[in-house]
């Protein structure tokens, strides 16, 4: 009876981690928004925002993007130590099996000058959704994300700009339309990115 | 009494000798040297781009506007910490970027600018 005790224990036996990531500063909303239109220049958002995490041309001018991103992630564990010694299977004491559930919240703020450098526009947006739900089955103790966060992660673009002229023709002859502008996360399926699908790749 | 023991005491040497930690820090981008000079190192209206290639080196990005050219730099720095404790593991990503950016005229004169100061 002990020993069913023991062993149910150990297979219930829960382990649960938490990763977090966080990308930039916070975005000041309200600053962001007190940017008069029409009459705020550039140098004035720059001089009390700093410098962008991402400035791209735009029309005759040019856009400026502040970002911030928090992803969270927990993972629920179970081992199989316990049930591997009873059944005679060793092997199954180096298997963990991961649960996990992935939230992102974003804090952007954008704003869109004109050829003298007059802000034309601006706006910020704040929201957190569900980035993704996942399982997977690790290796004894091994505490990596179950949710694929390759869209939050990816470098920025200032990083790989030289590195662009040498990609594969169905993204490189759409750089020139490409919004180096997007928000992190942004996927290829739909919108002007939509070009770059290649058959069977499923996009990048 | 021993014997009641063992199981517990095995069972805590085994997470104890299972524990662990994260510890790592990784950077890719320009050297930020704006941080060093500081924004009164520049000038609008004065300072040329060639004085900024000649005191930052070549930048991460160059863009193209109407009104002239953009430099951008970036330095992107990420620390993860963690612990592992089998029962409880623990893990914290935190990516910041020192940037500086520069806007020029066709004559190719500093007409806007930003650079990150140091994080403290």
């Avoid at chain 2, 506007?65 to 935190?94: K, S």
Wanted: hydrophobic share 45%; charged share 25%.
């Amino acid at each position: 009876m002990r020993a069913w005790t023991v062993l149910l224990a150990a297979l219930v036996a829960p382990a649960c981690s938490v990763l977090a990531l966080e990308l930039g500063e916070d975005v000041p909303g309200e600053r962001v928004l007190s940017f008069e239109v029409g009459r705020a220049r550039r140098a004035e958002v720059l001089e009390e925002l700093g410098p962008p995490v991402r400035v791209a041309a735009h029309g005759d001018g040019c856009a400026l993007l502040y970002e911030h991103v928090r992803l969270d992630e927990g993972q629920f564990g179970l081992s199989f130590e316990s049930l591997g010694r009873a059944l005679g299977m060793p092997w199954l004491s180096w298997i963990k099996l991961s649960l996990g559930n992935s939230d992102a919240r974003h804090d952007v703020g954008l704003l869109v000058f004109d050829r003298q450098g007059v802000l034309v526009g601006r706006a910020v947006g704040e929201w957190q959704e569900v980035f993704g739900k996942g399982a997977s089955v690790q290796v004894l103790v091994t505490v990596d994300q179950v949710v694929d966060a390759g869209t939050i992660r990816e470098a920025p673009l200032a990083l790989g700009w030289g590195r662009q002229l040498l990609l594969p023709l169905p993204v490189g002859l759409n750089l020139a339309h490409r919004a180096d502008l997007e928000a992190r996360g942004t996927g290829s399926k739909a919108g002007q990115r939509s070009l770059e699908l290649e058959p069977g790749a499923g996009g990048r | 009494m021993g014997r009641a023991l063992r199981p517990a005491g095995f069972a805590i040497l085994l997470l104890v000798a299972l524990a662990g930690c994260i510890h790592s820090d990784s950077a890719r981008g320009v050297e930020p040297r704006w941080e060093e000079l500081g924004p009164d190192a520049f000038v609008r209206g004065s300072t040329t781009r060639s004085e900024v290639l000649e005191r930052l080196g070549p930048p991460s990005q160059i863009l193209s506007l109407a009104e002239g050219t953009a430099f951008y730099y970036l330095l992107e720095t990420t620390r993860a910490r963690g612990v592992i404790l089998v029962l409880y593991n623990d893990r914290g990503e935190r990516t910041r970027y020192s940037r500086a950016v520069f806007f020029f005229d066709d004559q190719g004169t500093l007409t806007d600018f930003a650079v990150s100061r140091p994080e403290e």
